[in-house]
């Protein structure tokens, strides 16, 4: 990845993180003072993302984690499948960032603590705990009825609504997928026809020059 390059001094772990049943998933992990650490998600075009997080400093008086002091911060960068960056912003030690996939496919989201603030760390780990939401599962359906006055029944229909068209664009996604597996197996398998052409006439030819070259041995050894 392109991130590797940028970040000689940072480690990066990529997890890719496939989604089974839920298009939304929470884990929490750990940073070190100089880490950076990505996650790989798979989003269909046009579809809006949401992640929370939020950072606790691990106490060694206490042996536990504690909530981060204000002053520590979290750098969010989001790249598409084509390595443009999405988002890149600079955020507290809990908040919420967004973004919209304008390109179907692969999503780097990576996370750094605020290089200005390692004295906090004072040695020790970063626990940080992410929540990703995507597609109709990243929308507040309470919020959204208190804001538009609706009723159960009207949120109801809403919701199979958006439910209906983030199945679509699933479906889209997989056919794109699907597309893009055909093209790579025909580049392929022509390739491979191209090259056992190729050989083949590489082995005629050395066959048709090792008989010229004994049959002239022979003539200049009399034996023909």
């Known amino acids: 990845m392109a991130a590797v390059g940028c970040w000689p001094r ?13 298009p939304g998933w929470g884990l929490y992990f750990h940073l070190g003072e100089t880490e950076r650490k990505c996650f790989i998600e798979e989003i269909p075009d046009e579809t809006m993302v949401i992640g929370n997080y939020r950072t606790q400093l691990f106490d060694k008086q206490r042996e536990e ?9 979290m750098f969010v960068e989001v790249k598409d499948p084509d ?8 955020y507290g030690s809990e908040g919420r960032f967004t973004f919209t ?5 692969d999503h780097q989201i990576c996370l ?19 929540d990703i939401q995507v597609g109709e599962h990243a929308n507040d359906y309470a919020e959204i009825a208190a804001k538009d006055k609706l009723s159960e029944l009207q949120l109801r229909v809403r919701q199979l ?3 209906i068209e983030q199945i679509q664009k699933e479906q889209n996604y997989q056919r794109w997928r699907e597309e893009r597996f055909r093209l790579t197996s025909e580049s392929t398998n022509q390739r491979v026809l191209w090259w056992s052409i190729v050989q083949t006439l590489i082995l005629v030819a050395i066959g048709v020059w090792q008989m010229r070259h004994l049959k002239s041995f022979f003539e200049a050894k009399k034996l023909v």
């Open 10 to 22: 940072v480690l990066l772990q990529v997890l890719v993180v496939f989604r089974i049943a839920s």
């Open 161 to 163: 609504l958006e439910q």
């Open 101 to 105: 996939s304008h390109t179907p496919g």
């Open 112 to 130: 750094h603590s605020n290089s200005t603030k390692f004295s906090l760390f004072a040695g020790g780990m970063l626990r940080v705990h992410l």
């Open 65 to 73: 984690y504690l909530p981060a002091t204000p002053g520590l911060g």
């Open 83 to 90: 390595e443009k960056v999405v988002l890149s912003r600079q």
